[in-house]
């Protein structure tokens, strides 16, 4: 039985609180359960206080046994930050001042080009895009079919990153970008021309993430993740084409995690699909959650299979 765990963004001390509450021991230095094993869906470093700590618990669960972990966008973010281009002068992530701020306190805690930044990242690389399992399906922000079958097609049918792709993966534009940022980041729709908003970061956005779990919602309103009503008020009512955003199957249920979820309680999307992020690192909000589903082999999602414990920051906003 396997339970799931939304992103940590350094929050070290909310995670073993909530591995804890789960029924996990702390054992000669790593985390485990006697009949049980965690998913990870991704997203282990930045923002949050204690980067070093968060990634060796989830390593050391992962090389023991008594974890499986997942890439999530930081994990791919950091790993293109880490890599030179192949003309030796810039890195395919650049070293802009967003990208340097983003990454801080990563870099706090791991600096550029240490020993230990370098095992972090050369661990990085060993995280697969996505689990599919009887039970279930996890992915970070998108399960995407067409997607992963292009990811699939340069990185085999594990979805390990291979060096010799890393720089057509992170070429804006290339089919291997389009499929990393739909199942990293999300599957996105343009907005009306004119149209844009800020988004958490503080970035002038004109494009928006959609919803591609309900297949229930169909235009443009429905499916956009915003909460800006203004700019949801400039969306069409018209029905998106079926090949504009390829809807969930709901074959098995999939869990993912990225999209900074806001709820007093967890609850599930669908029937097959639910978020596991809400905003653990998330300083301006006062009920942020570190949150896990228990996945017992039902073929359907359950509100009561939730666990959650408060971010540190809870109560402070």
């Not at 939304?6 to 996990?24: N, P, Q």
């Not at 999530?72 to 967003?98: C, K, M, Q």
């Not at 990185?155 to 890393?166: A, V």
Request: net charge negative; proline share 3%; glycine share 6%.
């Amino acid at each position: 039985m396997y339970d799931l765990i939304g992103d940590i963004h350094g929050h070290a001390d909310e995670l073993k609180e909530l591995l804890t509450k789960l029924g996990y021991e702390n054992n000669d230095g790593t985390w485990s359960h006697v009949s049980r094993k965690v998913v990870f869906l991704g997203d282990y470093i930045d923002r949050g206080p204690k980067q070093r700590e968060s990634v060796a618990i989830v390593r050391s669960m992962v090389e023991t046994g008594n974890a499986l972990a997942i890439m999530g966008n930081h994990e791919f973010n950091a790993i293109g930050f880490s890599t030179l281009s192949s003309d030796g002068n810039s890195y395919l992530r650049p070293h802009s001042a967003n990208n340097l701020k983003q990454h801080g306190r990563f870099l706090e805690e791991f600096p550029f080009g240490s020993p230990e930044y370098k095992d972090a990242i050369a661990w990085f690389k060993t995280l697969p895009m996505f689990l599919e399992r009887t039970e279930f399906r996890a992915v970070h922000a998108c399960y995407h079919l067409r997607k992963l079958q292009v990811i699939r097609k340069y990185f085999g049918p594990d979805c390990l990153l291979i060096d010799d792709y890393l720089e057509h993966a992170f070429t804006r534009g290339s089919d291997l970008y389009i499929a990393i940022e739909t199942c990293l980041k999300g599957l996105e729709i343009d907005l009306p021309e004119g149209v844009s908003y800020l988004d958490k970061d503080g970035i002038e956005r004109s494009n928006v993430r959609c919803n591609w779990w309900d297949p229930e919602r169909n235009t443009f309103k429905e499916v956009a993740l915003i909460s800006d009503e203004a700019v949801r008020s400039t969306l069409s009512d018209e029905e998106i084409s079926a090949g504009t955003i390829l809807k969930y199957d709901n074959l098995k249920p999939v869990l993912f995690g990225h999209y900074w979820r806001v709820s007093n309680k967890p609850r599930k999307l669908t029937d097959y699909s639910a978020c596991l992020d809400y905003s653990v690192a998330n300083k301006d909000i006062s009920n942020g959650k570190l949150v896990a589903y228990r996945l017992d082999g039902q073929s359907r999602l359950n509100d009561d299979n939730f666990v959650h414990v408060d971010s540190i920051y809870a109560g402070n906003a």
